[in-house]
């Protein structure tokens, strides 16, 4: 196979077939009967629809890749050879560097976490090449204090860093609402941590980063809990120009002290709001690639499902029960049943309460139940995007009705980064 190609035209609304589930899911069936479960899928025509939709919703601001929601070296090559997407997200020092090595186009690696990794650092520090190409995460002198434990400045390459900005929001009764990520909240704050780095040695600051978790990363419309989207509405319509105001200053500040490449900000869930922001030269995003089922409860977007896997029912303990051999794919996060994997095909399973999924078998019931026998095939969707890759070796391409090419995915490549 030449690669993986996305830039073929993206499905209409009259003709695509994941609008159509009876049509769908039978023909994602049928094209990967001959492979044993647990099945793997993407859908090309979902994956052209969902990069054409990301790349629209960005209005023109470039697309960084979030690695971490995809964990598949094939797709992140094919996006970036669209308009649109330039440079990664990686998750791990690790990674980037595997990814830099295996992708020698590629030449805009930003690290979205810190870094511990002694021997990663080292690699990094010692090769002029992936200190060009690959930039670290900071947001404290302890990190850059990790970095020259392992090398110092005078015995290594100069090492590029990004800054991490806070993007939670302290809101009213409510709190502190995002993730607990970078400790660099107001603009003075940044503003003393770039003259810092600026003034040590080894190190030069060329990026800012925030991520704006509880905009991009909290559904506001999420299926029958319409008291929760409300909320989440609400909060998102406050801490959005709250944030917007803060990182304006704190990029004023960060730029008196060095000359930035980017600053980056967003996910897929806010792709509009972030790129609408005149301080963010790009944005991030990944999960809406593949997306897993928890944007099914976005009011702005709706991803096709690009992704999905099936396994086998090898069971039916009792005239309404059928049992699946495997299913328990559950995803990180607060624990809930919005974490459990998705039974889309056939419609109208539900998990039992009581076992939900199971690590080897997970018994279903429902009317769909009641027709399903031993050898029958089941589609779920994960809640997440990329954890579903830790799963799999290989996802099946499917372009119409047929498999037309098999992709290994991280794990598949013998690579477990986290």
Known sequence: MAGLDLRGSAA??????????????????????????????????????????MTRRAGGTPIRIATKSIRVREVIDALLRLPGYRGVLAYTLSEAIWLAERLPTLDDLVVGYPTAE????????????????????VDSPAQLDLVDAVLAPADREEVRVCLELDASWEAPLLGHLGVRRSPVHHPEDAGAL?????????????????????VAGIANQPPGRPVAGAVNRWMQARSMPELVERRAAAVAEVRRHAELEFVNGGGTGSLEATAADPSVTEVAAGSGILAGHLFDGYAHFAPAPAAAFALDVVRTPSPRHATILGGGWVASGPPGADRLPLAVWPEGLRMLAREAAGEVQTPVEGAAAARLRPGDRVWFRHTKSGELAEHLNEFAVVDGDEVVAAV???????????
């Open 118 to 137: 002694a021997g990663a650092i080292r690699r990094l520090a010692t090769d002029p090449d992936l200190a060009r190409r690959i930039t670290v995460m």
């Open 12 to 53: 209409t609304t009259d003709d695509a077939t994941w609008r159509h589930p009876s049509r769908h899911w039978p023909a994602l069936t049928e094209a990967t009967r001959h492979l044993d479960a647990p099945v793997g899928a993407l859908h090309v025509g979902a994956l052209r629809h969902n990069a054409a939709d």
């Open 194 to 214: 770039a003259a810092y780095i600026a003034g040590r040695a080894g190190f030069r600051l060329v990026g800012v980063m925030a991520y704006e978790a509880q």
């Open 408 to 418: 290994p995915t991280y794990r598949g490549e013998g690579k477990a980064f986290l």
